[in-house]
Structures are given as structure tokens and as C-alpha cells.
């Protein structure tokens, strides 16, 4: 609990705090986290995990409103980017046939998303799924 919860929302809001002031001081910037669509729709074994997404996901929505206009604050939402280590070949196959594009992503779609978000001026407070459609499962 604590682990998940000092990673995805203790550090991403003690970053923020020190480094939104200096951005707004400086004329803007924007804050990009990666959480998972788990902290909007939480699942089966994965409810601290999701707790803390979650939180991470309030976090951006209220570090928006609190570091606007300078400062834009958007969240990541991956899916399936890479096969878990260990996991055997039939449960990817389950894995995957959960998503609507029937494939694995790529650290690559995470990357184009970060660099949108980084190079966009009017956007912001939002998730943005890269999942191939999990989410809509």
C-alpha cells in the first residue's frame, strides 16, 4: 500500500510542488504522468495498484486547475505494451484478445503520446489511453 502509493502520487506531488512554481515563473511547462486506465476502472487483483493510479489521476486534474494557465498537466493511460516477464504464451494470447486492435503496443506509442502532449499548448487535465482499445473491453 504504501510502496504504491509513494510512487504514484506521493512523488509525482512533492515533484510538482517544487517544479510547477519554477515552471510558472519561467513562463510554462508542462507535467506529463504515466499512470494506467486501471485507476479509472479498477479490476480484480489490482485494487491498491488501481488506488493509486487513481490518485494519480486526480492528481493531474487538480494540478491542472491549480497550475494554469502556465503550466499544463496531463496523464498517459497505457495498455498492453509489453508481454509481462513470465507470463506463458496462452495467457498473452488471453492478454491480448482483450484489446480491440488484437496486438501489443509499443514503448514507441507511449513515446508519440508524451511528445504530443509535450509540444501541444491546450490541453490539459486529461488521460490519454494508448491501450489498442483495452479500456473499452
Not at 7 to 21: D, E, N, Q, T, W
Not at 60 to 67: F, R, S, Y
Amino acid at each position: 500500500w504504501d510502496e504504491y502509493l509513494s510512487l504514484h502520487i506521493k512523488a509525482p506531488f512533492f515533484l510538482s510542488r517544487v517544479l510547477g512554481p519554477v515552471m510558472k515563473k519561467h513562463g510554462g511547462g508542462h507535467i506529463i504522468n504515466i499512470a494506467d486506465w486501471r485507476g479509472l476502472h479498477p479490476t480484480k487483483h489490482y485494487l491498491v495498484y488501481s488506488v493509486s493510479k487513481a490518485g494519480m489521476i486526480a492528481l493531474t486534474e487538480g494540478l491542472a486547475k491549480e497550475l494554469a494557465p502556465e503550466v499544463l498537466v496531463n496523464t498517459v493511460l497505457p495498455g498492453p505494451i509489453l508481454p509481462p516477464r513470465g507470463v506463458k504464451p496462452e495467457q498473452q494470447k488471453r492478454l491480448i484478445a482483450k484489446t480491440l486492435l488484437q496486438r501489443w503496443g509499443k514503448p514507441e506509442d507511449i513515446v508519440r503520446q508524451v511528445l504530443f502532449l509535450a509540444e501541444q499548448d491546450y490541453c490539459t487535465g486529461h488521460c490519454y489511453f494508448v491501450d489498442g482499445g483495452e479500456s473499452l473491453g
